[in-house]
């Protein structure tokens, strides 16, 4: 369970199917469901580093290191069953633009990397908190979106979200730097 006070900094996903958007409202029964679709970069607890912090502070902190980060491309394609939560995300192939965020705003942070860092993975949360098992989920998933499902996206932005009341709740939109690259 997220603490109260939370932040999160994520990669919102701005492009979306109707199988996704089904998929995820039928078996998405969690409290990040009111976040609207994305990837987590990072998560900042109300109870641990992040307590001194405003987020106010926290997002002119994320502003100051955004003409450092370039947008960047990516391709959903990949099912992951997370045990440890009991979830179903759909991976992006290649995270080095994911990285290239998280470990930017950590520097920006002063946050010490922790032992989570190298289980790192970002992903689009499909599934959480309901009574299906692996196999069934993802034959749902499947089911609606076809057997080889894969969907392109640009990230153009990092948004932060604070959880208060029990909701989720935007804070700030920080738009990256357009690439040459891609």
Request: aromatic share 10%; proline share 4%; with cysteine.
């Amino acid at each position: 369970m997220t603490a109260e006070g939370s932040v999160s900094i994520v990669v919102p996903m701005k492009v979306w199917t109707p199988g996704l958007h089904g998929f995820r409202a039928k078996y998405l029964q969690s409290p990040r469901a009111m976040i609207p679709p994305h990837l987590l970069i990072l998560e900042l607890s109300g109870t641990d580093r992040f307590s001194g912090y405003e987020t106010r502070r926290l997002a002119d902190f994320i502003q100051g290191c955004s003409h450092e980060l370039s947008a960047f491309s990516y391709t959903l394609s990949r099912l992951d069953w997370d045990e440890e939560t009991q979830s179903l995300g759909l991976g992006p192939r290649n995270v080095d633009g994911f990285e290239a965020v998280r470990k930017r705003v950590q520097k920006e942070l002063s946050l010490e990397r922790n032992y989570r860092d190298k289980y790192y993975q970002p992903r689009l949360l499909l599934a959480a908190n309901c009574s299906k098992s692996q196999y069934e989920l993802e034959e749902a998933f499947r089911l609606m979106n076809g057997d080889s499902f894969s969907i392109s996206c640009r990230a153009t932005e990092i948004e932060l979200y604070r959880k208060q009341a029990g909701d989720w709740l935007l804070q700030e939109a920080v738009p990256l730097q357009e690439s040459k690259e891609n």
